[in-house]
């Protein structure tokens, strides 16, 4: 964890907290609402300064009171454990807790049924993302025949994706997989008034793009989970990115709720989103990235455009130019 590039910010914690409702106590049972908080700071004691956990706890709120299933505090010190966790103070799973490793991750190694559990359904939930963590570009995109494979796996995914790839332009009429004795297979979309297929490579940006992304926005349709995506936008139309989160609103295409989470430079899809669901990122004067909801712009009522509110300044996020 790199700290952020700032004097005041270097020596500062990276602070996480994720707030939901699971059924991690008892499987199947109505959810109870979690929060879990992390914080890793760098152990300047020594000479190399490796990230170190300075405090993490899981707490819920069973009839709405809060309880503490676990909470460390910081290196050396002792962790506590409710009797929900299944563990003792003094068994040595818990010492073998690293000062840069977590507590579920660890106790998940060592088998203990709820840490396993959160730990499962943590890795499950987060269906997919272009996001890369290390190294450049810092997003990535599946080949071609990544999506082949997948649209060869299920015949209603390819259906619902060539009725998707349809839509979205209004020239297309069909979509095909060519198999090449000397090369790799390929997709071929036919085209009204034309009297040859177009290979997809040969295609705008903007198909190339939706049929790239397909694998990964439906794990999370299908499965039910989350999808986090940067700059989805990149060589789409607005309407195309809004028919995109269309999908994920339709209990059609989304009977299981899943979730989806994007960053987007097109202003334009304001009109489309609740205040709830917009959140403005920017930077002040230190170079600090900030974010913050449009639900928590003061006075901004729900059934006003968020567009025109935007482009007055209302919401924040206005770019200085020179």
Request: net charge negative; glycine share 10%; proline share 6%.
């Given at each position: 964890m790199a700290p952020f590039y700032s004097e005041d910010g270097?020596?500062?914690?990276?602070?996480?907290?994720?707030?939901?409702?699971?059924?991690?106590?008892?499987?199947?049972?109505?959810?109870t609402r979690f929060v879990y908080e992390l914080s890793i700071g760098h152990d300047e004691s020594e000479e190399i300064e490796d990230p170190v956990v300075g405090h993490e706890a899981l707490v819920y709120y069973p009839k709405g009171r809060r309880r503490r299933i676990f909470e460390r505090r910081g290196p050396g010190s002792p962790i506590y454990v409710g009797g929900e966790l299944g563990v003792t103070r003094g068994d040595d799973r818990l010492k073998a807790v690293r000062p840069d490793s977590s507590v579920i991750a660890t106790l998940s190694l060592f088998n203990v049924p709820l840490a396993k559990r959160i730990a499962?359904?943590?890795?499950?939930?987060?269906?997919?993302?272009?996001?890369?963590?290390?190294?450049?570009?810092?997003?990535?995109?599946?080949?071609?025949?990544?999506?082949?494979?997948?649209?060869?796996?299920?015949?209603?995914?390819?259906?619902?994706?060539?009725?998707r790839m349809k839509c979205s332009d209004l020239g297309i009429r069909d979509m095909s997989i060519r198999e090449d004795v000397f090369v790799e297979k390929s997709v071929l979309f036919g085209h009204y008034g034309l009297n040859m297929r177009?290979?997809?490579?040969?295609?705008?940006?903007?198909?190339?793009?939706?049929?790239?992304?397909?694998?990964?926005?439906?794990?999370?349709?299908?499965?039910?989970?989350?999808?986090?995506?940067d700059e989805i936008d990149g060589h789409l139309?607005?309407?195309?990115?809004?028919?995109?989160?269309?999908?994920?609103?339709?209990?059609?295409?989304?009977?299981?709720?899943?979730?989806l989470l994007v960053t987007s430079h097109h202003v334009g899809l304001l009109d489309d989103l609740e205040k709830e669901e917009v959140f403005i990122v920017e930077k002040d004067d230190t170079g600090a990235t900030r974010i913050h909801g449009a639900q928590d712009v003061k006075g901004l009522r729900r059934d006003v455009r968020l567009y025109p509110k935007y482009r007055a300044g209302v919401l924040g996020g206005i770019p200085r130019i020179g």
């Amino acid at each position: 964890m790199a700290p952020f590039y700032s004097e005041d910010g270097w020596a500062k914690p990276t602070r996480f907290r994720l707030e939901g409702e699971w059924d991690f106590l008892i499987p199947g049972q109505p959810p109870t609402r979690f929060v879990y908080e992390l914080s890793i700071g760098h152990d300047e004691s020594e000479e190399i300064e490796d990230p170190v956990v300075g405090h993490e706890a899981l707490v819920y709120y069973p009839k709405g009171r809060r309880r503490r299933i676990f909470e460390r505090r910081g290196p050396g010190s002792p962790i506590y454990v409710g009797g929900e966790l299944g563990v003792t103070r003094g068994d040595d799973r818990l010492k073998a807790v690293r000062p840069d490793s977590s507590v579920i991750a660890t106790l998940s190694l060592f088998n203990v049924p709820l840490a396993k559990r959160i730990a499962g359904r943590m890795k499950a939930f987060l269906r997919t993302t272009n996001i890369v963590p290390y190294g450049f570009p810092r997003t990535w995109s599946p080949s071609s025949k990544d999506v082949i494979r997948m649209l060869e796996q299920d015949s209603s995914v390819r259906a619902w994706v060539e009725e998707r790839m349809k839509c979205s332009d209004l020239g297309i009429r069909d979509m095909s997989i060519r198999e090449d004795v000397f090369v790799e297979k390929s997709v071929l979309f036919g085209h009204y008034g034309l009297n040859m297929r177009v290979l997809l490579e040969e295609e705008s940006r903007g198909t190339q793009r939706l049929f790239h992304l397909f694998p990964q926005i439906i794990p999370a349709l299908k499965e039910a989970g989350l999808a986090i995506l940067d700059e989805i936008d990149g060589h789409l139309h607005v309407d195309i990115v809004s028919e995109i989160l269309g999908w994920f609103r339709s209990q059609d295409s989304n009977p299981h709720d899943a979730q989806l989470l994007v960053t987007s430079h097109h202003v334009g899809l304001l009109d489309d989103l609740e205040k709830e669901e917009v959140f403005i990122v920017e930077k002040d004067d230190t170079g600090a990235t900030r974010i913050h909801g449009a639900q928590d712009v003061k006075g901004l009522r729900r059934d006003v455009r968020l567009y025109p509110k935007y482009r007055a300044g209302v919401l924040g996020g206005i770019p200085r130019i020179g």
